[in-house]
Antibody, heavy 121, light 112 residues
C-alpha cells in the first residue's frame, strides 16, 4: 500500500545538524511533489518545505530558509531534509507528506507517521 | 503570510447531531483557475493529519459523505451532518494558494 516512513530523528545539541529521510513505497515518488511538515508538542502543524517532482522547485518557511534543505533521490524513492544550525524551536515531530500534484501545492494526500527531533543541550 | 483563523476552538457534540467549523483567511484564497485552495484535515489522537476535503468542497478518497466543505473568498466551512464517535480529533484548515502554506489553529471535536 501507499506508505511514507520517516527516519533519522533524534536528540541534537543547539547548533547541530541532522538529516531526516522519508522512504516512499506503493507509489512512484518521481511523479509527486513532496512536503515536510512539523508539529511541535501540543501545537498545530507547521509547513516547513516543498519540493517538486523533479527537484527543480523548492520552497521554504521563513523560519528554516537558509538552515534547512529539502532534496530527493527518485532513484531511491527517498525524500530528505537536511537540518543545520538547529535551534530549540525546531523541536518537533517531522512528517513527510505527499502532494496530490506533481509540481505545485494542492493537498497532502499521504502522510508518514513522523520522526521526532529534539534540540536540547 | 496568509493567517488562517478557525472557530470555535473546541466543540462537544452529541452523536448523530451536526457540527460546523469555520475557517477565515486573512486574504482571498481564489486562484486564477477559479479554485479556492483551502483544505481540511483531521488529526486523530496519536496519528498524522489526514485530508478530508480539498479545494474547498471535494471529499478525499474514502471520506464519508457526512463531511462537506463550502465557502469562497476568505470564509470557509466544514460541516459534519451527523457526528460519529470516530470523528473525534482536531480539525485543521490549510491554505495552499500562497507560500508559506499555513494551517489554522485547529478545532478540537469531542463527543458528549
Amino acid at each position: 500500500q501507499v506508505q511514507l516512513v520517516e527516519s533519522g530523528g533524534g536528540v541534537v545539541q543547539p547548533g547541530g545538524s541532522l538529516r531526516l529521510s522519508c522512504a516512499a513505497s506503493g507509489f512512484t515518488l518521481s511523479s509527486s511533489a513532496m512536503h515536510w511538515v512539523r508539529q511541535a508538542p501540543g501545537k498545530g502543524p507547521q509547513w516547513v518545505a516543498f519540493i517538486g517532482y523533479d527537484g527543480r522547485n523548492e520552497y521554504y518557511a521563513d523560519s528554516v530558509r537558509g538552515r534547512f534543505t529539502i532534496s530527493r533521490d527518485n532513484t531511491q524513492n527517498t525524500l530528505y531534509l537536511q537540518m543545520n544550525a538547529l535551534r530549540g524551536d525546531d523541536t518537533a515531530l517531522y512528517y513527510c507528506a505527499k502532494d496530490f500534484s506533481s509540481d505545485w501545492f494542492e493537498y497532502m494526500d499521504v502522510w508518514g507517521k513522523g520522526a521526532t527531533v529534539i534540540v536540547s543541550s | 503570510d496568509f493567517v488562517m483563523t478557525q472557530t470555535p476552538l473546541s466543540l462537544t457534540v452529541t452523536p448523530g447531531e451536526p457540527a460546523s467549523i469555520s475557517c477565515r483567511s486573512s486574504q482571498s484564497l481564489l486562484h486564477s483557475n477559479g479554485e479556492h485552495y483551502l483544505d481540511w484535515y483531521l488529526q486523530k489522537p496519536g496519528q498524522p493529519p489526514q485530508v478530508l476535503i480539498y479545494l474547498t468542497s471535494n471529499r478525499a478518497s474514502g471520506v464519508p459523505d457526512r463531511f462537506s466543505g463550502s465557502g469562497s473568498g476568505t470564509d470557509f466551512t466544514l460541516k459534519i451532518s451527523r457526528v460519529e464517535a470516530e470523528d473525534v480529533g482536531v480539525y485543521y484548515c490549510k491554505q495552499s494558494l500562497h507560500v508559506p502554506l499555513t494551517f489554522g489553529g485547529g478545532t478540537k471535536v469531542e463527543i458528549k
